[in-house]
């Protein structure tokens, strides 16, 4: 708890510690087979859902933040979530429907933490620094584990690594949803020089083991999401210059 404090002062805004707890989560369910059972994921859940409840009762939501985007994506997020109940109705297995609806509740309420009030600059620096070094230290244990194994076939499928998920798309989409936020501190001026190289190592790390997992998906979609940070990077030489970085890195691996 005492942890979750100092991010959140540091998140600097209303709901940062509900920002910081949902970091956690998500970093837990990235360990735990990505959160895809519900024995696995559904007590931290309960824990997410009261914390927002929390938050809702005692933070003043900021009408700033109420625009029309934000509005109609919660309003779509709610959507998906009763209709997931509705169909409790019909289903023939209402027990995976009913599942249906508690992982949509989750999807909502994290959106929820950081749609409904302000976030500083200060803030969301703090929330991707903790969600990029925190991929990245699930990263170096699964690479660590691997390399110590006993028999490190046992690691691999067809010679590719599964990963904390158990299913190489989905653990290379946790390492790509850590990678960017990691480039993107490496590239940013504003942060320190400490920070930067450790995010750039991160980035790098991600990477590999991107490349050990064998996605084929994510091979074709990475060049596509490369120039999209490229374009909305504000100082596109040094967005440029990092990725060039990583690649170069990635390759001598």
Not at 9 to 28: H, K, N, R, S, T
Not at 172 to 180: E, I, K, L, N
Not at 186 to 207: H, I, S
């Amino acid at each position: 708890m005492r942890a979750l404090a100092r991010l959140s002062e540091v998140a600097d805004a209303p709901a940062g510690l509900a920002g910081a707890f949902a970091v956690v989560v998500w970093l837990v369910w990235a360990q735990l087979a990505g959160g895809f059972f519900p024995t696995r994921w559904g007590l931290l859940g309960a824990f997410l859902v009261a914390a927002l409840a929390l938050t809702l009762a005692t933070v003043r939501v900021d009408p700033a933040v109420r625009t029309p985007a934000r509005l109609a994506m919660l309003g779509a997020l709610a959507a998906f979530v009763a209709w997931n109940a509705l169909s409790l109705l019909w289903a023939d297995f209402p027990g995976e429907a009913w599942t249906g609806t508690a992982k949509t509740l989750l999807y909502a309420a994290s959106f929820a933490v950081f749609a409904l009030w302000s976030w500083s600059t200060r803030g969301l620096r703090a929330v991707l620094t903790a969600l990029a070094l925190g991929i990245g230290v699930l990263g170096l244990a699964a690479l660590l584990e691997a390399a110590a194994s006993a028999d490190p076939a046992e690691q691999l499928i067809d010679g590719r690594l599964i990963g904390p998920v158990e299913y190489v798309n989905g653990s290379v989409a946790v390492w790509m949803t850590g990678f960017w936020p990691a480039l993107h501190l490496a590239v940013t001026p504003r942060g320190g020089v400490a920070l930067r190289a450790a995010c750039l190592g991160v980035a790098g790390v991600l990477v590999s083991l991107s490349v050990l997992a064998g996605s084929r998906g994510w091979l074709f979609v990475l060049p596509l999401a490369a120039a999209v940070f490229v374009a909305l990077a504000r100082q596109r030489l040094r967005a440029v210059g990092g990725l060039v970085l990583v690649a170069l890195a990635t390759g001598a691996a």
